[in-house]
């Protein structure tokens, strides 16, 4: 079985969502769930650090792009925390990703 | 597509090319299900680091093949076999899965978000299919090759 983790701190204008560990089809719709839960208030910014994933397949892309579309509708920035080199850094950039949210190569 | 005939399993055994000493030949035969994605795409990580894939080669060929067996676990008939076929050449790994689906207009998921990006990883990706007729289940199979350097990005 595929294990992510899901780490959300939460401050006044901000929400900061760690991922770390795996993701794939077989816990896609669960890490969907947990994000969509995370971001129940109204931030100004909802950044998504993905430093720690080891590994993310195009089910996880599809969040990002769910999590993108909907923040848009509600005038939320986006921003997501990608490292330079890494394969998910490839994935985001291969699916065209950089026009819906900035990439950052680490967080502040 | 003779492939497809009933009781066959995977195509080219004994294939000339095939019987050359240089190309390993691995296939595996698992549940469709996502519980057996993170154990071929980790079979398909070792073939290519093996093979001297460079790194980025490495990583496009394992999410291209999870993408791949994730695409037809999606699309697969209950109970149906995944079968999964490693072709491991001098400086490019051929990948081809097939699995048995229930009846389905068009069954080929090459419109999907998952199909674009399977594009942009592998070198090559095709698929084939053969409708579900009474009392025989459709087939679905998805063939990608992966070349060892991964051209540089403009």
Redesign the interface.
Do not use: H, Q
């Given at each position: 079985?595929?294990d992510a983790r899901v780490e959300v701190s939460a401050e006044s204008r901000s929400v900061r969502i760690s991922l770390s560990g795996?993701i794939?089809?077989?816990n896609a719709a669960a890490v969907e769930d947990e994000i969509r839960e995370a971001v129940s208030n109204q931030p100004v910014i909802v950044s998504v650090d993905l430093t720690d994933l080891n590994?993310m397949?195009?089910?996880g892309?599809?969040i990002l792009?769910t999590l993108a579309s909907r923040l848009q509708a509600l005038r939320i920035t986006l921003e997501l925390i990608v490292p330079p080199g890494s394969?998910t850094r490839?994935?985001i950039e291969?699916?065209g990703f950089e026009s819906l949210a900035a990439l950052k190569p680490a967080g502040p | 597509m003779t492939y497809l005939d009933s009781g066959t399993s995977m195509p080219n055994h004994g294939a000339d090319s095939d019987s050359d000493e240089s190309v390993l030949s691995l296939e595996l035969r698992t549940t469709a299900s996502?519980?057996s994605?993170?154990t071929i795409?980790t079979v398909a990580a070792d073939l290519a680091a093996r093979a001297d894939f460079d790194l980025?080669s490495i990583?496009?060929l394992?999410?291209a093949v999870?993408?791949l067996c994730?695409m037809l676990?999606?699309i697969a008939a209950a109970d149906a076999t995944l079968y999964c076929t490693f072709t491991v050449r001098p400086e490019r790994i051929e990948v081809a899965a097939e699995t048995d689906v229930d009846d389905l207009a068009d069954p080929l998921p090459t419109g999907s978000?998952?199909w674009?990006?399977?594009q942009?990883?592998a070198d090559e990706v095709g698929a084939t299919s053969v409708p579900a007729e009474p009392g025989r289940r459709g087939r679905v199979r998805i063939t990608l090759a992966k070349d060892a350097l991964t051209a540089p990005q403009p």
């Open positions: 079985m595929t795996e794939d089809l077989a590994y397949d195009s089910a892309v599809r792009f394969s490839r994935l291969l699916s | 996502t519980v994605i993170p795409r980025d990583d496009d394992r999410m999870d993408d994730a676990v999606r978000f998952a674009r990006v399977l942009c990883l």
